[in-house]
């Protein structure tokens, strides 16, 4: 019983200090990207370079040591329940999560 008081104080790495049951966008392990439909382009983000880009999500960080399918069935699971998230998932051709360790992704058709 003990570990989970322990793994619950647990935080990231970075100086964003997220819980586990939290995701961070430099220590999640696994990235999800949205690829919208061209009629949903209105969805994209503004990115890094100042341009619009496919919105992501990142995993919760207790995820991150679990298999990409596993994290991959997880998260859709919970995106497709989650009223804005939904929108994007609809609205996307395909949805890819990338393990940020290896490079490799998955993708699925929505
Ligand atoms: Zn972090």
Known sequence: MNTITIESKKKCKCANKKSMGQSCSNCSRYKMVFNLRSDHAGLKVIGKGGGFVNPAIWCFLRQNKRTMEKVFAEMLGRVTKHPKLASLYFGSNN???????TDQFLEKSS
Not at 95 to 101: A, E, G, N, V
């Open 95 to 101: 949805i890819r999560l990338y393990d940020r360790k």
